[in-house]
């Protein structure tokens, strides 16, 4: 803490105060001051913007065979959420093009990007859970790395 002094102008009576440090720097705010990110923060947006990539091109992959071939996939007609199979493809393509468009500004250090990252892979892993009647292994597994993304995405990092 520092102190410094002054003097009233019309009484001449001096006074004093004491001067805060302030708050500690987001490791988003320490690139702006010259000074560096921690490891952890930094593999971690590296690590949530690689899978998203990895997870939007799977998704838009998933989309694009559902669309195309939709005939392949079997369609149990109890199913509570009754929608086509081009109707899950539409959604998986639109959805997995957009995770990966964000995946990469993830990696170009975007702070916005990591919120709309973790609303996109919610959305990703709800979607791939939707269509597990459709191939279950393998939504299951998607599930899995929607939530993978959300945990790189948000995990608490320490600033060196």
């Known amino acids: 803490m520092s102190s ?10 001096q006074y004093a105060y004491q001067q805060g440090q ?3 720097m987001a490791p988003h705010e320490a690139r702006h001051t010259g000074q560096r990110s921690s490891p952890g923060s930094i593999a971690g947006s590296v690590l949530g913007g690689t899978l998203m990539i990895i997870g939007g091109a799977i998704a838009f992959l998933n ?6 071939k939709g005939g392949f996939f079997t369609y149990n007609a109890n199913y509570v959420y009754h929608w086509s199979t081009k109707g899950w493809g539409w959604t998986h393509l639109i959805l997995g093009g957009v995770i990966f468009a964000a995946g990469f500004c993830v990696l170009l ?13 919610t959305l990703g892993a709800v979607a ?3 269509t597990i009647p459709f191939f279950p292994v393998w939504s299951i597994i998607e599930v899995a790395l929607f939530v ?6 948000i995990s608490r990092r320490r600033t060196a």
Do not use: D, N, P
């Open 4 to 13: 410094s002094r002054g003097q009233a102008a019309e009484s001449g009576q």
């Open 22 to 24: 302030g708050q500690e």
């Open 63 to 68: 989309g694009l065979a559902m669309v195309i």
């Open 109 to 121: 250090g975007m702070v916005w990007a990591r919120v709309v990252g973790v609303f996109l892979a």
């Open 128 to 130: 791939a859970f939707l």
């Open 148 to 153: 993978f993304i959300i945990w790189a995405l």
